[in-house]
């Protein structure tokens, strides 16, 4: 045991359990499977990681605010339908290409705003974030069915469907975009004001509140930041799709919050950060995707999944009491 | 009539033992059936200890409790309670979302068939209960919806389904209302009139002039002896309560106090605090004393924007201040050091060195990050400064010792160079060396130029770090001393609002 504190990678990982279960899943399909390590295949994984990714990074925030998002799926395909349908609207009709850059704005827009109001609401009532936000999920979710009549929106603008086939080098687009939100978050949280105040918020309320800290704003800006990026993440997945559909999103705020736990986030604030969750959603990414390569019958990653999310949890517990002086919730 | 000559409960010789600390050095107490024996003593005399190896919480090391003459050995609080030793804590411990009546025999509700729970038997029995203590409500009632007092008269009445021997009240009117209180005195007295044994512990001298029968006085983990109420008077209780000689001795030159800094006139907060006016000098340090629920609290809180008070002016170095938020206070250099260091001071996860800078990070950023190069440079400065002992500035706060924690929320506020520090019970829970520390840094801090106020429950404390004491009861400033002028007794005797008339 002493050696295993000594050797610093082995107490990295030790701290970041995850980044040890990514590694084992990862060697396990590259060995199982002789489709998963390819470039293509690996290219694939960050692509289809990237659609919860995004989400996963405002859920991190979120959550180390001690509060949560269950509306992220609703206001994805929320956006998404905007984005799609604003770029046929007739008077961006003899814009050309240029008429996806107002759908993608006021896509984006649209995000921010359903952030905005969850944010204020939880800001000015008290009402716990859970309940708000499970109001916005249901409440949101109707207004896309009312907005798009129960059909799917399709793109006609064919420049929108191929965009995310382009790629950097070796990177789809999609890939690049996600990482680069990853290093800005990851900044944001680790090295700004901002980032500071979300540990502390959420660590101790009243703490913050005694070190001139204004709470309610600062949380309305953490439910923004994640309403963008499940906006964002709504226009990614049309231009992938070419199409919005009213049914978009469902079940990925669970898909969401496992990745963020699973990233060592406390649900009850003050503890986590974007590493860990990047090691969340590429563990989920990586077995969905391998699990796939290998015909395992999809029920199977849910029942394997949810035994990952306890045990990894459990030995977090386990050795996070002992190492950090007992103070766990 | 025999039996009444022995007491409903004997200790002696009690020894409890924690590590490095003689909580109770062989205490002897005694409860006649049918008598009011309070308990009196500082805090940190004992008396929490004695009541809870009383209730089973504790083992004693040495010693024997007899109960009705007979030696019993308690080891659970059921226990306790099977013997008919009932406490009635301090901070009440009630289910407020159930009634009355399901709160009285929690835990041992009558049954009927199946499990099923017999209401009926339940609100007869609970409201023979509540009528037998002459409470005005039915046993219907749900928790919440009563007042402090009356819930106290439901843990009062819990006490009485089993057949009490004796009753502890531990602080029972720290919480409550005059006219709250008369009705409390009246059911103890009648608990008395039923031969039941009474231990009442408060520090308030009024009332346990007004009800005891006999005093048991203890200091340090020790017994320093019983009088009777009758023909005792507040000065000789003070004398046992406080008895050695301070050693108060500053070895500092006179101190040389500045302009005003703080100047509170007629701040009032009804039911918190009245009238209450001050000042605060640059190289002051003015103590606040008083007991818990005098209003000191109350009033740094209305200084640091989280209260609002009702009316009064507040001005800081000679400008009226309006104080809306803690914001706001830092802003006008009011710097609160809270009571509660881990509720209310630090985030426990998070480092050393990011707790110390939480309320100047904005202040440390250049560009869009927090320059962190300048976070740690004020981290080694009041780690060296305050000699606080951590490992490395990555330590979450948790892990450090109550006094390395109370250091880094002193460090906080002292890097920010507050005109006036605010210092909330400094050395609660905090071991004796750090404490000394802490009092020694108290004083530095005037000498260097701050303007600091001192609120405390103890009496050494604030008769070593202040220039000037203020005394409060209820609210209300009693007293003011200069440290020069001031005695134990008088000090005790403006809090304990006993001679209220003679002074004001």
Redesign the interface.
Known sequence: MAYFYQNPVLRWLLRNPIWGFVLIVFIFFSLSSEHFFAARNLQNILVQTSTIGLIALGMTLVMINGNIDLSVGATLALAAAFAVDVQSWAMFATWGNWQILPAVCLALLVGIFMGAINGFIVWKTGVDAFIVTLGAMLGIRGLVFVYTGEQSFYAMNFAYSDFSALSFGPLPVLAVIFLLCVLIVHWLLSRTVHGRNTYAVGGNREAAVNAGIRVGPHMMINFMIIGFLAALSGVLLSTQMGAATPNLGRDYELWVITAVVLGGTKLTGGKGDIIGTLGGVLAIGILRNGMNLMQVPAFYVYVILGSILIAVLFLDKRFNTSTDGGLRL | MTASREPALRLQGIVKTFPGVRALDGVDFEVMPGEVHALLGENGAGKSTLMKVLAGMYQPDEGQIMIAGHPVQMTTPIEAKAQGVVLIHQELSLVPEMSAAENIYLGELPRKSFGRVDWATLEERANAILKRLKCSFRAEVTVANLSIANQQMVEIARALTVDARVVVFDEPTASLTDAEKVVLFDIINDLKARGVGIVYISHRMDEIFTLSDRITVLRDGAYRGTLTTAVTNEDEVTRLMIGRSLDLSRDEAAPNFGKTMLEVRNLTCPGLFENVSFTVRVGEVVGFYGLVGAGRTEIAEAL?G?RKPDSGEIRVDGEAAEIT???A???LGIS?V?ENRK????????NCR?NMT??Q??AL?TG???A?GAELAIFDKYRDRLAIKTPSWKQ?A??LSGGNQQKIVIG?WLSMTPRVLIVDEPTRGIDVGSKSEIHQLLRELAAQGYAVIVISSEMPEVLRVSDRIIAMYHGRIMREFDIKDVTEDSLVQAISGISAEAVA
């Open positions: 640091f989280l938020s803690p914001r206070a830092i802003a609160l809270p509720e209310q001071g630090l985030v426990l996860q998070m990011d939480l309320p990070v904005q950023t869009p990050f927090v962190q979450s948790a892990v906080k």
